[in-house]
Protein backbone atom coordinates (compact mmCIF):
# COMPACT_ATOMS: atom_id res chain seq x y z
CA UNK A 1 0.00 0.00 0.00
CA UNK A 2 1.77 3.33 -1.26
CA UNK A 3 0.49 6.32 0.85
CA UNK A 4 0.17 9.79 -0.86
CA UNK A 5 1.46 12.70 0.96
CA UNK A 6 0.66 15.47 -1.04
CA UNK A 7 -0.46 18.14 1.22
CA UNK A 8 0.69 21.43 1.25
CA UNK A 9 1.44 21.10 5.29
CA UNK A 10 3.20 18.16 4.73
CA UNK A 11 5.08 19.65 2.12
CA UNK A 12 5.67 22.64 4.05
CA UNK A 13 7.08 20.28 6.83
CA UNK A 14 9.48 17.78 5.35
CA UNK A 15 10.47 19.93 1.89
CA UNK A 16 10.80 23.67 3.09
CA UNK A 17 13.57 25.43 3.43
CA UNK A 18 11.97 27.01 6.57
CA UNK A 19 13.01 23.57 8.40
CA UNK A 20 17.03 24.59 8.16
CA UNK A 21 18.34 25.67 11.08
CA UNK A 22 16.95 29.20 12.38
CA UNK A 23 18.20 31.86 14.93
CA UNK A 24 15.25 31.96 17.07
CA UNK A 25 15.97 32.29 20.97
CA UNK A 26 15.66 28.75 21.60
CA UNK A 27 18.07 27.75 19.12
CA UNK A 28 20.40 30.55 20.00
CA UNK A 29 20.38 29.95 24.04
CA UNK A 30 21.44 26.11 23.13
CA UNK A 31 24.03 26.91 20.39
CA UNK A 32 25.83 29.60 23.73
CA UNK A 33 25.37 26.35 26.05
CA UNK A 34 26.67 24.07 23.75
CA UNK A 35 29.84 26.58 22.74
CA UNK A 36 30.37 27.57 26.26
CA UNK A 37 30.57 23.40 27.45
CA UNK A 38 33.25 23.07 24.81
CA UNK A 39 34.91 25.78 25.81
CA UNK A 40 34.84 25.57 29.47
CA UNK A 41 34.26 21.45 29.81
CA UNK A 42 32.88 20.02 33.14
CA UNK A 43 36.17 19.83 34.93
CA UNK A 44 37.32 23.20 35.68
CA UNK A 45 36.56 23.95 39.20
CA UNK A 46 37.80 27.36 39.65
CA UNK A 47 35.67 28.54 36.30
CA UNK A 48 32.63 26.66 38.47
CA UNK A 49 33.95 28.94 41.34
CA UNK A 50 34.50 31.95 39.82
CA UNK A 51 31.19 32.10 37.47
CA UNK A 52 28.40 29.53 39.51
CA UNK A 53 26.36 30.77 42.18
CA UNK A 54 27.67 30.34 45.39
CA UNK A 55 26.55 32.35 48.78
CA UNK A 56 30.09 31.92 50.05
CA UNK A 57 31.66 33.83 47.26
CA UNK A 58 28.76 35.84 45.25
CA UNK A 59 29.26 38.39 42.83
CA UNK A 60 26.38 39.75 40.66
CA UNK A 61 27.58 38.46 37.38
CA UNK A 62 27.19 35.05 38.47
CA UNK A 63 23.51 35.07 38.57
CA UNK A 64 23.79 35.02 34.54
CA UNK A 65 26.84 33.16 34.31
CA UNK A 66 25.82 30.10 35.64
CA UNK A 67 22.95 29.33 33.52
CA UNK A 68 25.82 29.20 30.62
CA UNK A 69 27.85 26.00 33.09
CA UNK A 70 26.78 22.57 33.15
CA UNK A 71 28.22 19.90 35.28
CA UNK A 72 28.75 17.10 32.53
CA UNK A 73 27.98 16.06 29.22
CA UNK A 74 24.36 14.42 30.44
CA UNK A 75 23.25 18.14 32.37
CA UNK A 76 23.62 19.79 29.83
CA UNK A 77 21.91 17.54 27.26
CA UNK A 78 18.79 17.07 29.27
CA UNK A 79 18.47 20.98 30.18
CA UNK A 80 18.93 21.52 25.78
CA UNK A 81 16.75 18.78 25.16
CA UNK A 82 13.69 20.15 27.04
CA UNK A 83 14.49 23.04 26.61
CA UNK A 84 14.50 22.50 22.72
CA UNK A 85 11.16 20.55 22.94
CA UNK A 86 8.84 22.58 24.87
CA UNK A 87 10.73 26.12 24.76
CA UNK A 88 10.12 26.35 20.94
CA UNK A 89 6.37 26.19 21.40
CA UNK A 90 6.20 29.08 24.61
CA UNK A 91 8.30 30.86 22.15
CA UNK A 92 6.36 30.40 18.76
CA UNK A 93 3.29 32.00 21.22
CA UNK A 94 4.76 34.23 23.19
CA UNK A 95 7.53 35.40 20.49
CA UNK A 96 11.31 35.36 21.19
CA UNK A 97 11.86 38.99 23.15
CA UNK A 98 9.08 38.07 25.79
CA UNK A 99 11.01 34.69 25.97
CA UNK A 100 14.24 35.50 26.05
CA UNK A 101 12.88 38.32 28.73
CA UNK A 102 11.00 35.76 30.63
CA UNK A 103 13.74 32.89 30.49
CA UNK A 104 16.34 35.35 31.99
CA UNK A 105 14.05 37.12 34.95
CA UNK A 106 13.54 33.26 35.81
CA UNK A 107 17.41 32.42 35.72
CA UNK A 108 18.19 34.95 37.84
CA UNK A 109 15.40 34.26 40.24
CA UNK A 110 16.65 30.88 40.47
CA UNK A 111 20.07 32.08 41.10
CA UNK A 112 18.95 34.45 43.79
CA UNK A 113 17.16 31.41 45.40
CA UNK A 114 20.31 29.82 45.34
CA UNK A 115 22.42 32.43 46.61
CA UNK A 116 19.72 33.08 49.74
CA UNK A 117 19.14 29.40 50.46
CA UNK A 118 21.76 27.59 48.85
CA UNK A 119 24.91 25.93 50.36
CA UNK A 120 27.33 25.26 47.42
CA UNK A 121 28.07 26.33 43.95
CA UNK A 122 25.74 25.64 41.53
CA UNK A 123 25.85 25.65 37.92
CA UNK A 124 23.07 25.11 35.01
CA UNK A 125 20.23 26.42 33.48
CA UNK A 126 17.69 23.92 35.47
CA UNK A 127 15.99 26.95 36.89
CA UNK A 128 15.36 28.73 34.11
CA UNK A 129 14.35 25.42 31.77
CA UNK A 130 11.86 24.64 34.97
CA UNK A 131 9.97 27.74 34.24
CA UNK A 132 9.76 27.13 30.65
CA UNK A 133 8.11 24.14 31.81
CA UNK A 134 6.44 24.98 34.23
CA UNK A 135 5.09 27.91 31.39
CA UNK A 136 4.03 25.06 28.85
CA UNK A 137 2.25 23.23 31.61
CA UNK A 138 0.50 26.60 32.19
CA UNK A 139 -0.74 27.33 28.71
CA UNK A 140 -1.11 23.87 27.58
CA UNK A 141 -2.17 21.92 30.66
CA UNK A 142 -4.71 19.26 28.73
CA UNK A 143 -2.07 18.60 25.65
CA UNK A 144 -0.85 14.77 25.27
CA UNK A 145 2.41 13.90 26.13
CA UNK A 146 4.55 10.38 26.38
CA UNK A 147 7.14 10.48 29.54
CA UNK A 148 8.53 7.05 29.51
CA UNK A 149 5.79 5.91 27.06
CA UNK A 150 3.29 6.22 28.87
CA UNK A 151 0.48 9.09 27.33
CA UNK A 152 -0.50 11.61 30.25
CA UNK A 153 -1.83 14.96 30.24
CA UNK A 154 1.17 17.96 29.98
CA UNK A 155 -0.11 19.34 33.62
CA UNK A 156 1.02 15.69 34.74
CA UNK A 157 4.39 15.21 32.70
CA UNK A 158 5.17 18.90 33.68
CA UNK A 159 5.10 18.34 37.79
CA UNK A 160 6.64 14.86 37.56
CA UNK A 161 9.65 16.51 35.83
CA UNK A 162 9.99 19.17 37.78
CA UNK A 163 9.83 17.17 40.83
CA UNK A 164 12.51 14.88 39.51
CA UNK A 165 14.63 18.00 39.11
Known amino acids: MKYGYSSQGFE ?9 FQFNGVNILILLNILIYLFVGSSNHFIHYLF ?18 HGGLMHLFF ?35 IYLFGQTT ?7 VMAV ?7 YPNRMLLFYFVPMKAKYCILILIFME
Not at 12 to 20: E, I, L, V
Not at 122 to 128: K, L, P
Open 133 to 139: LFAYGYL
Open 122 to 128: TIGASGA
Open 79 to 113: NMFLLWMFGRTIESVWGTYKFLKYYFYTGIGSGLC
Open 12 to 20: NDFYNKQNQ
Open 52 to 69: GVSSNNFEIWQLLTYMFL
